[in-house]
Protein backbone atom coordinates (compact mmCIF):
# COMPACT_ATOMS: atom_id res chain seq x y z
CA UNK A 1 0.00 0.00 0.00
CA UNK A 2 2.93 2.75 1.17
CA UNK A 3 4.30 1.69 -2.30
CA UNK A 4 1.30 2.73 -3.94
CA UNK A 5 0.28 5.41 -2.49
CA UNK A 6 3.12 7.56 -1.22
CA UNK A 7 3.57 9.77 -4.79
CA UNK A 8 0.08 10.78 -4.80
CA UNK A 9 0.44 13.77 -2.18
CA UNK A 10 4.43 14.35 -3.37
CA UNK A 11 3.02 15.71 -6.62
CA UNK A 12 0.63 18.36 -5.16
CA UNK A 13 3.69 20.30 -4.30
CA UNK A 14 5.11 19.76 -7.57
CA UNK A 15 2.38 20.74 -9.81
CA UNK A 16 4.02 24.45 -10.92
CA UNK A 17 7.09 23.14 -12.14
CA UNK A 18 5.50 19.85 -13.65
CA UNK A 19 3.38 22.37 -15.70
CA UNK A 20 5.44 24.57 -16.71
CA UNK A 21 8.10 21.63 -17.89
CA UNK A 22 5.37 19.78 -19.55
CA UNK A 23 4.09 22.89 -21.05
CA UNK A 24 1.01 23.10 -19.57
CA UNK A 25 -1.28 25.12 -17.43
CA UNK A 26 -1.59 24.70 -13.27
CA UNK A 27 -4.79 23.90 -13.74
CA UNK A 28 -4.50 21.27 -16.46
CA UNK A 29 -2.06 19.55 -14.30
CA UNK A 30 -4.00 19.42 -11.00
CA UNK A 31 -6.02 17.01 -12.69
CA UNK A 32 -3.04 14.43 -12.20
CA UNK A 33 -4.42 14.43 -8.71
CA UNK A 34 -7.54 15.30 -9.24
CA UNK A 35 -8.44 12.47 -11.38
CA UNK A 36 -6.47 10.23 -9.34
CA UNK A 37 -9.55 10.78 -6.86
CA UNK A 38 -12.34 10.05 -8.72
CA UNK A 39 -10.09 6.83 -10.78
CA UNK A 40 -9.96 5.66 -6.75
CA UNK A 41 -13.36 5.78 -6.08
CA UNK A 42 -14.83 4.19 -8.73
CA UNK A 43 -12.77 1.31 -9.02
CA UNK A 44 -12.02 0.64 -5.07
CA UNK A 45 -15.92 -1.52 -5.30
CA UNK A 46 -14.78 -3.23 -8.02
CA UNK A 47 -11.68 -4.30 -7.26
CA UNK A 48 -12.81 -5.58 -4.00
CA UNK A 49 -15.00 -7.21 -5.32
CA UNK A 50 -12.39 -8.77 -8.16
CA UNK A 51 -10.61 -10.48 -4.53
CA UNK A 52 -13.14 -11.76 -3.62
CA UNK A 53 -14.10 -13.79 -6.39
CA UNK A 54 -10.77 -14.94 -7.56
CA UNK A 55 -8.35 -14.32 -4.66
CA UNK A 56 -6.96 -11.32 -2.82
CA UNK A 57 -3.31 -12.42 -3.75
CA UNK A 58 -3.95 -12.42 -7.05
CA UNK A 59 -5.26 -8.88 -7.67
CA UNK A 60 -2.95 -7.83 -4.95
CA UNK A 61 -0.34 -9.02 -7.08
CA UNK A 62 -1.57 -7.03 -10.30
CA UNK A 63 -2.24 -4.39 -8.41
CA UNK A 64 1.51 -3.52 -7.67
CA UNK A 65 2.60 -4.71 -10.98
CA UNK A 66 0.47 -2.25 -12.25
CA UNK A 67 2.04 0.53 -9.57
CA UNK A 68 5.35 -0.77 -10.93
CA UNK A 69 4.36 0.25 -15.12
CA UNK A 70 2.60 3.49 -13.82
CA UNK A 71 5.28 4.39 -11.83
CA UNK A 72 7.70 3.99 -14.71
CA UNK A 73 4.64 6.09 -17.10
CA UNK A 74 4.44 9.03 -15.15
CA UNK A 75 8.28 9.03 -14.98
CA UNK A 76 7.98 9.19 -18.92
CA UNK A 77 4.82 11.81 -19.12
CA UNK A 78 5.70 13.91 -22.09
CA UNK A 79 2.76 15.97 -21.94
CA UNK A 80 0.03 16.77 -19.14
CA UNK A 81 -2.57 14.53 -21.08
CA UNK A 82 -0.16 11.40 -20.09
CA UNK A 83 0.41 12.52 -17.07
CA UNK A 84 -3.03 12.63 -16.54
CA UNK A 85 -3.53 8.94 -17.67
CA UNK A 86 -0.62 7.66 -16.17
CA UNK A 87 -1.66 8.73 -12.74
CA UNK A 88 -5.05 7.51 -13.05
CA UNK A 89 -3.41 3.93 -13.94
CA UNK A 90 -1.89 4.85 -11.20
CA UNK A 91 -4.66 5.62 -8.98
CA UNK A 92 -6.04 1.94 -10.34
CA UNK A 93 -3.57 0.74 -8.94
CA UNK A 94 -3.36 1.55 -5.20
CA UNK A 95 -7.14 0.59 -5.35
CA UNK A 96 -6.39 -2.50 -6.27
CA UNK A 97 -4.25 -3.14 -3.35
CA UNK A 98 -5.95 -1.07 -0.46
CA UNK A 99 -8.84 -3.94 -0.34
CA UNK A 100 -7.24 -6.70 -0.94
CA UNK A 101 -4.46 -6.27 1.71
CA UNK A 102 -7.25 -5.25 4.25
CA UNK A 103 -8.91 -8.56 3.13
CA UNK A 104 -5.91 -10.60 3.37
CA UNK A 105 -5.22 -9.03 6.79
CA UNK A 106 -8.86 -9.58 8.24
CA UNK A 107 -8.48 -13.58 7.02
CA UNK A 108 -5.69 -14.52 9.29
CA UNK A 109 -7.00 -12.27 12.83
CA UNK A 110 -10.05 -13.89 14.84
CA UNK A 111 -12.17 -11.25 14.83
CA UNK A 112 -11.86 -9.58 18.52
CA UNK A 113 -8.30 -8.79 16.92
CA UNK A 114 -8.57 -7.13 13.63
CA UNK A 115 -8.39 -3.94 15.11
CA UNK A 116 -4.61 -4.32 15.79
CA UNK A 117 -4.05 -4.72 11.66
CA UNK A 118 -6.31 -2.53 10.65
CA UNK A 119 -4.91 0.23 12.77
CA UNK A 120 -1.03 -0.95 11.49
CA UNK A 121 -2.24 -0.33 8.07
CA UNK A 122 -4.35 2.52 8.45
CA UNK A 123 -0.64 4.20 9.40
CA UNK A 124 1.02 2.72 6.84
CA UNK A 125 -1.60 4.83 4.62
CA UNK A 126 -1.38 7.85 6.60
CA UNK A 127 2.17 7.73 6.77
CA UNK A 128 2.30 7.53 3.23
CA UNK A 129 1.15 10.75 3.01
CA UNK A 130 3.34 12.40 5.50
CA UNK A 131 6.48 10.67 3.17
CA UNK A 132 4.96 12.23 0.67
CA UNK A 133 4.58 15.41 2.09
CA UNK A 134 7.61 15.52 3.57
CA UNK A 135 10.17 14.45 1.11
CA UNK A 136 8.12 15.26 -2.23
CA UNK A 137 9.73 18.80 -2.23
CA UNK A 138 13.38 17.85 -1.03
CA UNK A 139 13.40 14.73 -3.70
CA UNK A 140 11.98 17.31 -6.48
CA UNK A 141 13.82 20.35 -5.72
CA UNK A 142 17.12 17.95 -5.92
CA UNK A 143 16.86 15.76 -8.63
CA UNK A 144 13.72 16.24 -9.99
CA UNK A 145 10.41 15.04 -10.04
CA UNK A 146 10.58 11.99 -12.73
CA UNK A 147 13.39 10.44 -10.49
CA UNK A 148 11.29 10.51 -7.73
CA UNK A 149 8.19 8.02 -9.66
CA UNK A 150 11.44 5.72 -10.92
CA UNK A 151 12.41 5.30 -7.21
CA UNK A 152 8.31 4.37 -6.16
CA UNK A 153 8.65 1.89 -9.26
CA UNK A 154 11.30 0.39 -7.70
CA UNK A 155 10.18 0.40 -4.28
CA UNK A 156 7.08 -1.41 -6.12
CA UNK A 157 9.20 -4.01 -7.59
CA UNK A 158 10.57 -4.99 -4.30
CA UNK A 159 7.02 -5.42 -2.66
CA UNK A 160 5.70 -7.38 -5.69
CA UNK A 161 8.81 -9.64 -5.74
CA UNK A 162 8.16 -10.44 -1.90
CA UNK A 163 4.37 -10.87 -2.69
CA UNK A 164 5.68 -13.59 -4.86
CA UNK A 165 7.58 -15.29 -2.65
CA UNK A 166 5.50 -14.70 1.35
CA UNK A 167 2.17 -14.22 -0.12
CA UNK A 168 0.31 -17.45 0.56
CA UNK A 169 -2.79 -18.42 -1.61
CA UNK A 170 -6.25 -17.03 -0.55
CA UNK A 171 -9.27 -19.94 0.74
CA UNK A 172 -11.21 -17.72 -1.75
CA UNK A 173 -8.88 -18.01 -5.01
CA UNK A 174 -10.89 -20.64 -7.10
CA UNK A 175 -10.12 -23.00 -9.43
CA UNK A 176 -11.60 -23.24 -13.30
CA UNK A 177 -15.11 -22.60 -12.28
CA UNK A 178 -14.71 -19.52 -10.81
CA UNK A 179 -17.85 -16.82 -11.09
CA UNK A 180 -17.54 -14.25 -13.09
CA UNK A 181 -17.70 -10.53 -12.46
CA UNK A 182 -21.20 -8.81 -13.11
CA UNK A 183 -19.81 -6.74 -15.99
CA UNK A 184 -23.13 -4.55 -16.12
CA UNK A 185 -23.28 -3.75 -12.79
CA UNK A 186 -19.45 -3.01 -12.56
CA UNK A 187 -20.68 -0.39 -15.71
CA UNK A 188 -23.44 0.95 -14.30
CA UNK A 189 -21.99 1.64 -10.68
CA UNK A 190 -18.82 2.99 -12.50
CA UNK A 191 -21.23 5.14 -14.12
CA UNK A 192 -23.09 5.97 -10.58
CA UNK A 193 -19.95 7.02 -8.96
CA UNK A 194 -18.12 8.84 -11.30
CA UNK A 195 -21.55 11.25 -11.82
CA UNK A 196 -21.50 11.88 -7.69
CA UNK A 197 -18.36 12.42 -7.26
CA UNK A 198 -17.33 14.42 -9.91
CA UNK A 199 -20.89 16.56 -10.02
CA UNK A 200 -20.12 17.09 -6.49
CA UNK A 201 -16.45 18.47 -7.07
CA UNK A 202 -17.83 20.79 -9.97
CA UNK A 203 -20.25 21.53 -8.42
CA UNK A 204 -18.12 23.60 -6.17
CA UNK A 205 -15.83 24.74 -8.82
CA UNK A 206 -18.79 25.68 -11.64
CA UNK A 207 -21.74 26.45 -9.94
CA UNK A 208 -25.37 24.66 -11.04
CA UNK A 209 -24.29 24.80 -14.77
CA UNK A 210 -25.98 22.74 -16.97
CA UNK A 211 -23.17 19.52 -16.98
CA UNK A 212 -23.29 19.71 -13.02
CA UNK A 213 -27.16 19.65 -12.66
CA UNK A 214 -27.14 16.53 -14.76
CA UNK A 215 -24.95 14.57 -13.41
CA UNK A 216 -26.86 14.81 -10.10
CA UNK A 217 -29.97 14.00 -11.22
CA UNK A 218 -28.90 10.97 -12.85
CA UNK A 219 -27.36 9.90 -9.30
CA UNK A 220 -30.69 8.29 -8.04
CA UNK A 221 -31.45 6.85 -11.13
CA UNK A 222 -27.91 5.32 -11.62
CA UNK A 223 -28.70 3.89 -8.50
CA UNK A 224 -31.70 2.67 -8.68
CA UNK A 225 -31.08 0.70 -12.33
CA UNK A 226 -27.73 -1.15 -10.46
CA UNK A 227 -29.83 -2.26 -7.69
CA UNK A 228 -32.26 -3.51 -10.66
CA UNK A 229 -29.34 -5.14 -12.37
CA UNK A 230 -28.01 -6.14 -9.34
CA UNK A 231 -31.00 -8.49 -8.32
CA UNK A 232 -30.96 -10.30 -10.85
CA UNK A 233 -27.41 -11.26 -11.62
CA UNK A 234 -25.71 -14.41 -10.95
CA UNK A 235 -22.47 -12.95 -9.03
CA UNK A 236 -23.63 -9.65 -8.35
CA UNK A 237 -20.56 -6.54 -8.06
CA UNK A 238 -22.27 -5.80 -4.93
CA UNK A 239 -23.48 -8.36 -3.10
CA UNK A 240 -27.23 -6.58 -1.93
CA UNK A 241 -26.88 -8.76 1.44
CA UNK A 242 -24.38 -6.40 2.53
CA UNK A 243 -26.76 -3.49 2.33
CA UNK A 244 -28.52 -5.46 4.82
CA UNK A 245 -26.75 -5.55 7.66
CA UNK A 246 -26.97 -2.89 9.71
CA UNK A 247 -23.29 -2.53 10.98
CA UNK A 248 -21.88 -2.37 7.65
CA UNK A 249 -24.42 0.35 6.71
CA UNK A 250 -23.86 2.19 9.99
CA UNK A 251 -20.42 2.08 10.34
CA UNK A 252 -20.19 3.14 6.32
CA UNK A 253 -22.38 6.06 7.15
CA UNK A 254 -19.92 7.07 10.43
CA UNK A 255 -16.98 7.02 8.11
CA UNK A 256 -18.83 8.67 5.05
CA UNK A 257 -19.31 11.76 7.67
CA UNK A 258 -16.05 11.57 9.66
CA UNK A 259 -14.14 11.56 6.78
CA UNK A 260 -16.29 14.54 4.92
CA UNK A 261 -15.27 16.20 7.99
CA UNK A 262 -11.65 15.30 8.03
CA UNK A 263 -10.91 15.99 4.66
CA UNK A 264 -12.99 19.50 4.30
CA UNK A 265 -10.85 20.76 7.84
CA UNK A 266 -7.82 19.09 5.85
CA UNK A 267 -8.27 21.51 3.01
CA UNK A 268 -8.77 24.67 4.78
CA UNK A 269 -5.84 24.40 7.31
CA UNK A 270 -3.10 25.40 5.21
CA UNK A 271 -5.34 28.44 3.58
CA UNK A 272 -6.16 29.38 7.58
CA UNK A 273 -2.13 29.16 8.58
CA UNK A 274 -1.01 31.32 5.23
CA UNK A 275 -3.43 33.73 5.02
CA UNK A 276 -4.56 34.42 8.55
CA UNK A 277 -1.65 33.11 11.01
CA UNK A 278 1.33 34.80 8.04
CA UNK A 279 3.35 31.11 8.33
CA UNK A 280 5.04 30.22 5.20
CA UNK A 281 5.09 27.70 2.87
CA UNK A 282 7.67 25.41 4.49
CA UNK A 283 6.13 26.39 8.28
CA UNK A 284 2.57 25.62 6.92
CA UNK A 285 3.78 21.76 5.82
CA UNK A 286 5.44 21.40 8.60
CA UNK A 287 2.29 21.75 10.92
CA UNK A 288 0.07 20.14 8.49
CA UNK A 289 2.48 16.90 8.97
CA UNK A 290 2.04 16.93 12.65
CA UNK A 291 -1.56 16.20 12.22
CA UNK A 292 -0.82 13.88 9.38
CA UNK A 293 2.01 12.06 11.40
CA UNK A 294 -0.46 11.53 14.82
CA UNK A 295 -2.94 9.78 12.50
CA UNK A 296 0.08 7.38 12.54
CA UNK A 297 1.43 7.52 16.00
CA UNK A 298 -2.16 6.37 17.38
CA UNK A 299 -1.94 2.80 16.03
CA UNK A 300 -0.08 1.19 18.62
CA UNK A 301 -3.39 2.75 21.50
CA UNK A 302 -5.73 2.27 18.58
CA UNK A 303 -4.75 -1.59 18.61
CA UNK A 304 -4.48 -2.13 22.56
CA UNK A 305 -7.72 -0.11 23.06
CA UNK A 306 -9.62 -2.07 20.06
CA UNK A 307 -8.67 -5.16 22.14
CA UNK A 308 -9.80 -4.64 25.01
CA UNK A 309 -13.00 -2.23 24.36
CA UNK A 310 -14.02 -3.58 21.10
CA UNK A 311 -14.23 -1.59 18.38
CA UNK A 312 -17.87 -0.31 18.13
CA UNK A 313 -16.51 1.65 21.40
CA UNK A 314 -13.23 2.80 20.48
CA UNK A 315 -14.97 4.16 17.32
CA UNK A 316 -17.78 5.75 18.72
CA UNK A 317 -15.11 7.59 21.61
CA UNK A 318 -12.87 8.11 18.98
CA UNK A 319 -15.12 10.32 16.74
CA UNK A 320 -16.38 11.99 20.13
CA UNK A 321 -13.12 13.22 21.14
CA UNK A 322 -12.30 14.17 17.26
CA UNK A 323 -15.82 16.62 17.52
CA UNK A 324 -13.62 18.07 20.84
CA UNK A 325 -10.43 18.73 18.32
CA UNK A 326 -12.53 20.63 15.89
CA UNK A 327 -14.03 22.82 18.42
CA UNK A 328 -10.95 23.91 19.72
CA UNK A 329 -9.57 24.31 16.19
CA UNK A 330 -12.83 26.62 16.34
CA UNK A 331 -11.78 28.51 19.43
CA UNK A 332 -7.99 28.57 18.19
CA UNK A 333 -9.27 30.02 15.28
CA UNK A 334 -11.56 32.87 16.68
CA UNK A 335 -8.92 33.50 19.21
CA UNK A 336 -6.16 34.36 16.76
CA UNK A 337 -4.26 31.91 18.62
CA UNK A 338 -1.89 29.33 16.91
CA UNK A 339 -0.74 26.85 19.51
CA UNK A 340 -4.01 26.38 20.43
CA UNK A 341 -4.77 25.74 16.75
CA UNK A 342 -1.83 23.05 16.58
CA UNK A 343 -2.83 21.64 19.72
CA UNK A 344 -6.71 21.16 17.83
CA UNK A 345 -4.87 19.58 14.84
CA UNK A 346 -2.70 17.01 16.35
CA UNK A 347 -5.41 16.18 18.86
CA UNK A 348 -7.77 15.53 15.79
CA UNK A 349 -5.28 13.70 14.26
CA UNK A 350 -5.38 11.17 17.00
CA UNK A 351 -8.70 10.94 17.71
CA UNK A 352 -9.15 10.63 13.93
CA UNK A 353 -6.52 7.61 14.06
CA UNK A 354 -8.65 5.65 17.27
CA UNK A 355 -11.89 6.17 15.22
CA UNK A 356 -11.17 4.79 11.72
CA UNK A 357 -9.61 1.93 11.73
CA UNK A 358 -12.10 0.40 13.92
CA UNK A 359 -15.23 1.53 12.06
CA UNK A 360 -13.64 -0.95 9.20
CA UNK A 361 -13.45 -3.32 11.63
CA UNK A 362 -17.05 -3.11 12.77
CA UNK A 363 -18.13 -3.46 8.94
CA UNK A 364 -16.07 -6.32 8.44
CA UNK A 365 -16.74 -8.26 12.12
CA UNK A 366 -20.57 -8.34 9.90
CA UNK A 367 -19.21 -9.99 6.95
CA UNK A 368 -18.51 -13.39 6.06
CA UNK A 369 -14.61 -14.20 5.04
CA UNK A 370 -15.25 -14.68 1.58
CA UNK A 371 -16.94 -10.92 1.34
CA UNK A 372 -14.03 -9.30 3.17
CA UNK A 373 -13.00 -7.61 -0.14
CA UNK A 374 -16.69 -6.41 -0.97
CA UNK A 375 -16.91 -4.97 2.71
CA UNK A 376 -13.33 -3.06 2.40
CA UNK A 377 -14.22 -1.48 -0.54
CA UNK A 378 -17.82 -0.40 -0.37
CA UNK A 379 -16.44 1.47 3.38
CA UNK A 380 -13.31 2.50 1.58
CA UNK A 381 -15.61 4.16 -1.24
CA UNK A 382 -18.31 5.42 1.24
CA UNK A 383 -15.46 7.17 3.26
CA UNK A 384 -13.97 8.65 -0.34
CA UNK A 385 -17.10 9.98 -1.14
CA UNK A 386 -17.63 11.74 2.02
CA UNK A 387 -14.45 12.90 1.28
CA UNK A 388 -15.50 14.68 -2.11
CA UNK A 389 -18.17 15.82 -0.41
CA UNK A 390 -16.39 17.76 2.77
CA UNK A 391 -13.99 19.32 0.51
CA UNK A 392 -16.66 20.64 -1.38
CA UNK A 393 -18.56 21.93 1.29
CA UNK A 394 -15.31 23.51 2.99
CA UNK A 395 -14.29 24.95 -0.33
CA UNK A 396 -17.43 26.70 -0.53
CA UNK A 397 -17.43 28.00 3.08
CA UNK A 398 -14.03 29.85 2.80
CA UNK A 399 -13.90 30.64 -0.65
CA UNK A 400 -11.26 33.53 -0.76
CA UNK A 401 -11.58 34.23 2.60
CA UNK A 402 -8.95 36.57 4.32
CA UNK A 403 -9.99 36.42 7.49
CA UNK A 404 -10.61 34.02 10.79
CA UNK A 405 -14.29 34.15 10.30
CA UNK A 406 -15.08 31.67 7.57
CA UNK A 407 -12.53 29.43 8.97
CA UNK A 408 -13.95 29.24 12.30
CA UNK A 409 -17.51 28.22 10.18
CA UNK A 410 -16.24 25.39 8.08
CA UNK A 411 -14.56 24.17 11.42
CA UNK A 412 -17.74 23.93 12.98
CA UNK A 413 -19.31 22.33 9.94
CA UNK A 414 -17.00 19.53 9.71
CA UNK A 415 -17.69 19.16 14.11
CA UNK A 416 -21.36 18.85 13.23
CA UNK A 417 -20.53 16.64 10.15
CA UNK A 418 -18.07 14.49 12.55
CA UNK A 419 -20.76 14.87 15.75
CA UNK A 420 -23.34 13.36 12.98
CA UNK A 421 -21.04 10.36 12.40
CA UNK A 422 -20.64 9.58 15.94
CA UNK A 423 -24.41 9.69 16.30
CA UNK A 424 -23.78 6.81 13.35
CA UNK A 425 -21.21 5.24 15.05
CA UNK A 426 -23.57 4.31 18.21
CA UNK A 427 -25.75 2.71 15.96
CA UNK A 428 -23.34 0.02 15.76
CA UNK A 429 -22.08 -0.14 18.78
CA UNK A 430 -22.32 -3.61 20.82
CA UNK A 431 -26.29 -4.39 21.94
CA UNK A 432 -27.11 -6.47 25.34
CA UNK A 433 -28.30 -9.56 24.23
CA UNK A 434 -26.17 -9.93 20.85
CA UNK A 435 -25.19 -13.18 19.70
CA UNK A 436 -21.40 -12.99 20.36
CA UNK A 437 -19.43 -13.56 16.35
CA UNK A 438 -17.32 -15.95 15.00
CA UNK A 439 -15.24 -14.99 12.31
CA UNK A 440 -17.91 -12.91 11.09
CA UNK A 441 -20.76 -15.41 11.63
CA UNK A 442 -23.22 -15.22 14.61
CA UNK A 443 -22.79 -18.35 16.88
CA UNK A 444 -25.80 -20.55 16.44
CA UNK A 445 -27.27 -21.04 20.00
CA UNK A 446 -27.67 -24.21 22.00
CA UNK A 447 -30.58 -26.20 20.75
CA UNK A 448 -33.56 -26.96 22.85
CA UNK A 449 -32.66 -29.75 25.23
CA UNK A 450 -35.70 -31.78 23.82
CA UNK A 451 -34.43 -31.46 20.24
CA UNK A 452 -30.63 -32.23 21.24
CA UNK A 453 -31.82 -35.63 22.58
CA UNK A 454 -33.67 -36.52 19.89
CA UNK A 455 -31.06 -35.41 17.83
CA UNK A 456 -33.23 -33.55 15.61
CA UNK A 457 -31.94 -31.19 12.68
CA UNK A 458 -33.82 -28.82 11.37
CA UNK A 459 -34.12 -28.40 7.56
CA UNK A 460 -33.04 -25.44 5.49
CA UNK A 461 -36.46 -23.70 4.50
CA UNK A 462 -35.24 -22.35 1.14
CA UNK A 463 -34.82 -25.39 -0.67
CA UNK A 464 -30.94 -24.55 -1.44
CA UNK A 465 -29.47 -27.00 0.67
CA UNK A 466 -27.51 -24.39 3.27
CA UNK A 467 -28.45 -23.21 6.26
CA UNK A 468 -29.23 -19.31 5.63
CA UNK A 469 -28.92 -18.91 9.56
CA UNK A 470 -25.68 -18.74 9.33
CA UNK A 471 -25.56 -15.72 7.22
CA UNK A 472 -24.47 -12.90 9.37
CA UNK A 473 -27.42 -10.81 11.32
CA UNK A 474 -25.61 -7.41 11.56
Given at each position: MFATSFTATALTVAIPPVAAELG???????????????????????????????GHRRVFRTGTTLAVLFAVATACAFDPYSLIAARAGAALASAATIPSSFAMLFKVFPAEERVRPAAWA??????????GLAIGGVVIDSIGWRPMFLIQASIALCALVLALRVLPPMPTEHGANRPGLDKTGALV?????????????????????????????AVAPLYWLLLWIERRAASPVIPLWLLRKRDILTS???????????????????????GVFGLSVAMTSVVTISRTLSISLAAPSASRLGARFGPARL???????????????????????????????????LAYGHSVPPLLVVATNAATPDSFGSTTSLHQTASQIGGVIGLSLMSAIVADAATAGPFAEAYLAAAVLAALGGV?????????????????????????????????????????????????TR
Open positions: GSVGLVAWSVTGSLFVSAVALPITGRLGDLHSAVLSGSGVTLTLATFALTFGVNRAAAWGPTLVVVGLLASGASFLTNAAHQGNFLVTPLLLQATVGIALYVVALAVLVAGTRLDQLWLVIVGLMASGAGLACAPRRGAAPEVEGRPMAPEPPAAEARAGQVTAPRDGSGSDRSLEP
